[in-house]
């Protein structure tokens, strides 16, 4: 049990570590970094399911359903730890390599995948191993295998129904039994002899992936190689796409741009980069592709659009338009394909037929758009321009506004090359990021009225040195909570031989330091004062604007869980969420935003800018302070901001950065209490609440009645990881009938406690496995009994239990000594006994002293005391250590709340 003890206080403290040193340092060390691999199945009927990790399955069992696609991920950057995978399709064979959360297999064609192979990429691939297995149809779970073996079957046509993923340290290997699933087959790839093993022609070559923003619908999920993107049938106008290629070794951009209603020709794009637009309900009318470098001499990109009232046109090649102009009509489905220099043309691409000759029909009074050249997408040379770099919030060195003419943020960054806060480079660079409260001139390049908001990495100010950049290509990165893939760009760089100066700057820690500090010389107390300090100022969270609600459809329903922290108790979990949430300047720009864990670690950097030589550890109680030890004497640091940020309506922002400084322009309020004030009027909002089917506290109370085994989500990590766990919850007698998240007493649990031959550990689950003698070392737990004989004496004496008369208690049977409900032994070290707080409570009343007595009986003393010898050869407390409960109520959020299960 001591093991377990610090298993479980180790995962919890690693997490909190990693968060306190991306506060102290400018990056982390990925040798330290928690490994997690985390995948995503495409089921037929289903479409994708939610996002699992970590060898939880992906599919589905028992309902014979067919995966017809797959993404995953890692935990790490691509960089340094990236994954790509193959799947082989039905009638397809194996299709080209996908990586880091791009989507594999064939999506919507109604195509079993038969087998997969996954290998690890990047610098530290030696450092891990991916294994991987399937559930295949007649087969059943098949064994693990690893590292690009193939797994699943050839030549028998089974579907692969379920899919696990683990990455593990170098030389370790997944148990035969894992996250609940048991292997039956020792074999990870079946096949007959003459089918396919490994390798099958095509699959390495290019993919190109698109995705279209489809009026009413949104965005849909990524097409590849001339599956259709878009709808049929429906009239549903396109209004934006994003193209990009992956899995090449060639160098060179895919470009394009759209022709918009209202708008016309729109500048051109690249590598992911959306062309169109978002919010306007314009249609998209036309299109024109193109490849650069060597991709464009080793390929032939074409494309062909199904455009109102003509159905779908022809193919259009490299750059030539596609759609109508002239004609106000909308672009409704489009495919995109890559064919080998100078091959024949495509003709009937996934089933669908071209019904018209030309690719771009137009009017009589419309132009032909010109057949562009590389050139026609080159940057502006970014040295010409005059740049003004302001702080938008002196003297913090966060975030800036950049003044220029420069049309192409892509084109430049400035480097700050002497900065007290880093060894390495410190940057100011345009931010690609659309802010909810912002006025945009030109919403695809970010550009504000005058300029660029940028975001500032590691600088002290001062001189910076003006870089161009040029864009070289895009990886992309997906966000496994909102499942969209966005796109980090890659540049090659230069001097520009310019410099500009701005202000002198400095982070937050030193902003503390110097702000609050005052003249103390002692360290704890300038830590204590540095401390007041942050909290007058702290707020807990940010506001942004709600996205989508969005209700799981694996995990529908209201639940109960743990919580990470070992301070906390038991959670409501909502099975809603917000997809598209966007984030707002005014909440950015505010610098002290801490929650329970951000304010701590804010503490431990300080102490440490203060004197190197302090050490830094999470308190093992409480999750919200930081144990600082200076010279010998350890004193803890904490807490958490305040101020209630949340999430708003868009027809609630009342602060616009408009940059033009009118007298409404939020950029005008530039110091730290007017940020505090507006982020906090945006906390005290009220937002609609359009979730449904609530659960209350008051209905678990009503579930669980006088006690019951509960199957709760047991969260292993802040960041949501998740298994089953039993839990024991009870009708307190509380009155609280809310449905906010934290317990906060309203409902009765054990913490730390042995009930019913079983341990509930200080996350409040059973924990299989424990003893009573290690737990005794470890933890001190308490005993708990329902319904438990304590007999007062048989005489005169007038009893008193809290001072009131037993004949009095409603919970205690005078006649049979029985305590209805549940009885508390705590551990008395001197006495290596557990005593019942029943004894502790009793006194009797002495009307000759006029005064209250201990109770003396030695009877009463001993039903009110367990031994060690007791509780391990009588009460058999440990004796179902190893039992899960054969009863007892499912919240786990994929049945109702209080459903019943049995083992």
């Known amino acids: 049990m001591k093991q377990l003890k610090k298993r479980i206080f180790s995962a919890v403290l690693a997490l909190a570590v990693i968060i306190a040193q991306l506060v102290i340092a400018p990056s982390v060390s990925h040798a330290r970094a928690l490994v997690h691999v985390n995948y995503m199945a495409n089921v037929q009927s289903l479409g994708w399911m939610d996002w699992v990790s970590d060898g939880e399955m992906a599919g589905t069992s028992a309902r014979a359903l067919r995966l017809e696609g797959i993404r995953v991920s890692t935990s790490l950057d691509p960089e340094d730890l990236g994954v790509q995978y193959t799947t082989h399709v039905q009638n397809y064979g194996w299709m080209a390599w996908s990586c880091d959360g791009e989507q594999n297999g064939a999506i919507g064609e109604s195509k079993r995948l038969e087998a997969i192979k996954i290998q690890l990429t990047g610098s530290l691939k030696n450092d891990y191993d991916i294994f991987y297995r399937l559930h295949v149809q007649n087969l059943g779970w098949l064994g693990w295998t690893k590292n690009g073996a193939p797994a699943g079957s050839a030549g028998y ?19 035969l039994t894992y996250q609940g699933v048991t292997g039956t087959n020792q074999s990870a790839y079946v096949y007959k002899t003459g089918s396919s093993t490994v390798s099958v022609p095509g699959a390495d070559s290019p993919v190109i992936s698109y995705r279209t923003h489809v009026q009413n619908d949104g965005w849909q999920t990524w097409r590849t190689n001339g599956a259709m993107s878009g709808t049929s049938g429906r009239a549903l106008r396109l209004e934006g796409i994003n193209i990009d290629i992956s899995n090449t070794n060639y160098d060179g ?87 080998a220099k100078n091959a024949s043309a495509p003709t009937d691409v996934a089933g669908i037929h071209s019904t018209v000759a030309s690719a771009f029909v137009r009017s009589s009074g419309s132009s032909m758009p010109d057949n562009p050249s590389e050139s026609s997408a080159t940057s502006m040379d970014a040295a010409d321009y005059s740049y003004t770099v302001i702080p938008l919030l002196e003297p913090f060195n966060e975030y ?91 540049y090659s760089t230069a001097t520009a031989s310019k410099t500009i100066k701005i202000a002198e700057l400095v982070d937050e820690v030193d902003y503390l330091i110097d702000t609050y500090s005052g003249d103390k010389t002692d360290f704890f107390e300038r830590l204590t004062a540095i401390q007041s300090g942050l909290q007058s100022i702290c707020l807990y969270s940010g506001t942004y604007v709600l996205g989508d609600l969005v209700k799981s459809t694996t995990s529908p329903y209201w639940g109960l869980s743990t919580s990470p922290h070992k301070d906390q108790d038991l959670y409501l979990q909502d099975p809603y969420s917000r997809k598209g949430s966007k984030p707002m300047l005014v909440s950015y720009l505010y610098p002290f935003r801490y929650d329970s864990l951000g304010f701590p670690s804010t503490m431990g950097t300080v102490a440490k800018r ?170 001190q737990p308490v005993l708990i009994f329902k319904d438990r004989t304590i007999k007062y004496p048989d005489d005169d004496k007038d009893y008193r239990y809290n001072y009131a008369k037993i004949s009095n208690l409603d919970n205690y049977d005078t006649a049979t ?74 919240y786990t959020m994929d049945v109702a709340p209080g459903t019943k299960g049995t083992n």
């Open 253 to 339: 951009d895919i470009v394009y741009r759209t022709h918009v209603q209202n708008i016309g020709w729109q500048d051109w794009k690249k590598n992911g980069d959306m062309s169109g637009t978002s919010g306007k309900a314009y249609r998209l009318e036309g299109i024109q592709i193109y490849l650069t470098g060597s991709l464009g001499e080793h390929y032939d990109v074409y494309y062909r659009v199904h455009a109102q009232n003509y159905g779908w046109l022809n193919w259009a090649k490299n750059g030539a338009p596609a759609g109508t102009a002239g004609y106000a009509l909308r672009l409704e489905g489009i495919q995109i394909v890559l064919v």
């Open 400 to 490: 800036f506004y950049i003044l220029t003419e420069n049309p192409d943020p892509d084109s430049f960054y400035f480097v700050d090359p002497s900065s007290v806060y880093t060894d390495g480079e410190a940057s100011i660079t345009p931010m690609q990021t659309i802010f909810s409260d912002v006025t945009y001139e030109n919403e695809a390049t970010y550009r504000v009225p005058g300029g660029y908001i940028a975001s500032g990495i590691c600088t002290d100010g001062g001189v910076l040195e003006l870089y161009t950049r040029t864009l070289i290509s895009s990886t992309p990165v997906l966000n496994i909570t909102t499942g969209e893939t966005t796109y980090r760009k890659n």
């Open 157 to 175: 046509a089974y579907r692969v129904e379920g899919i696990q993923i683990v990455i593990l340290p170098a030389g370790q290997t997944p148990t």
């Open 817 to 890: 000594g029985v305590w209805s409900g549940y009885t508390i032994y705590r551990y008395n070290a001197e006495q290596n006994a557990w005593i019942a707080d029943i004894y502790s409570r009793s006194k009797y009343y002495d009307s000759t002293q006029r005064k209250y007595l201990a109770i003396e009986d030695e009877a009463f003393i001993d039903a009110c005391t367990i031994t060690m010898d007791e509780a391990t050869n009588v009460e058999l407390i440990d004796r179902n250590t190893n039992v899960a409960p054969s009863e007892y109520l499912r």
């Open 610 to 779: 203060l004197d190197s030589t302090v050490t830094t550890a999470w308190n093992s109680n409480y999750h919200y302070l930081m144990d600082i030890t200076y010279n010998g004497t350890t004193k803890s640091y904490g807490g958490a901001g305040s101020g209630g940020g949340q999430g708003i309506l868009p027809s609630q922002i009342k602060y616009i950065y408009t940059f033009d400084k009118s007298s409404d322009d939020a950029y005008l309020k530039t110091t730290l209490t007017e940020l505090a004030a507006m982020n906090c009027e945006y906390g005290t909002l009220t937002i609609p609440d359009d979730r449904e089917d609530f659960i209350t506290w008051g209905d678990i109370r009503k579930q669980v009645g006088e006690g019951s085994y509960a199957q709760v989500v047991g969260l292993t990590s802040i960041y949501g990881g998740s298994t089953n766990v039993y839990t024991y919850l009870y009708d307190n007698g509380s009155s609280d009938n809310s449905s906010s998240l934290q317990c906060y007493g309203a409902l009765g649990y054990f913490s730390n406690a042995w009930y019913d031959g079983r341990y509930f550990n200080s996350w409040e689950y059973f924990y299989p496995g424990a003893t009573l003698a290690q737990t005794v070392e470890d933890v």
